[in-house]
Nanobody, 117 residues
């Protein structure tokens, strides 16, 4: 059974950094585009960052451009999200997704990121 498991969330002060990891198991995701989404309390889930399966193309939400970086290691079946200069408004549950184009087809269970002011 295909599974995505996120880790690396936690509590950090504003201005700090975290690196999220998303480990895939049960199948290879090397042919999928991969993405990170987040959902804050009372808000809809929103796209944060995405990367083509080849690793050559990335895109980001305007709110995180210049602060977050998505990367992947296909050999390890793992996707990362490096988050720098964190702000309180980045507080959310962060989800990893395997996508076909822009459509998520597999979701992880999520990891909580809390940024204190």
């Amino acid at each position: 059974q295909a599974q995505l498991v996120e880790s690396g969330g936690g509590l950090v002060q504003a201005g700090g950094s975290l690196r999220l990891s998303c480990a895939a198991s049960g199948r290879t995701f090397s042919g999928y585009d991969m993405g990170w989404f987040r959902q804050a309390p009372g808000k809809e889930r929103e796209f944060v960052a995405g990367m083509r399966w080849s690793g050559g193309s990335t895109n980001y939400a305007d709110s995180v451009k210049g602060r977050f970086t998505i990367s992947r290691d296909n050999a390890k079946n793992t996707v990362y999200l490096q988050m720098n200069s964190l702000k309180p408004e980045d507080t959310a549950v962060y989800y990893c997704a395997a996508m076909v184009g822009l459509t998520p087809v597999y979701w992880g269970q999520g990891t909580q990121v809390t940024v204190s002011s």
